[in-house]
């Protein structure tokens, strides 16, 4: 089964930076779409960026021209640099797998496997 790992999270000031990964610790189902959701505490799980095993991007509203979604096929790993980040950028930030790999996916329930999540904190 494929498995996800976060890592980048941390704190940091409105207006940083920040790369976030996730790696699968399985080689199988390496060829799959990648999407990045975030969730802040009492809210809904919100969509940020989607990649397909192609390359096509697609981003929320809210961090279009500041988010970039990237992946290394090789690597089974998929990034998200954060830049400009905003407070309101504040949440528990998840990558997923989607094993329609042609897929641009905003739902969650187009999502097969999740990793554990990573904090990121922005402070005014």
């Known amino acids: 089964q494929v498995q996800l790992v976060e890592s980048g999270g941390g704190l940091v000031q409105a207006g940083g930076s920040l790369r976030l990964s996730c790696a699968a610790s399985?080689?199988?189902?390496?060829?799959?779409?990648m999407g990045w959701f975030r969730q802040a505490p009492g809210k809904e799980s919100e969509f940020v960026a989607t990649?397909?095993?192609?390359?096509?991007?697609y981003y929320a509203d809210s961090v279009k021209g500041r988010f970039t979604i990237s992946r290394d096929n090789a690597k089974n790993t998929v990034y998200l640099q954060m830049l400009s980040l905003k407070p309101e950028d504040t949440a528990v930030y998840y990558c997923?797998?989607?094993?329609?790999?042609?897929?641009?996916?905003?739902?969650?329930?187009?999502?097969?496997?999740w990793g554990q999540g990573t904090q990121v904190t922005v402070s005014s």
């Open positions: 990649i397909n095993w192609s390359g096509s991007t």
């Open positions: 399985e080689r199988t189902y390496s060829r799959y779409a």
């Open positions: 997923a797998a989607d094993l329609n790999w042609m897929a641009i996916a905003t739902m969650k329930v187009a999502y097969e496997y």
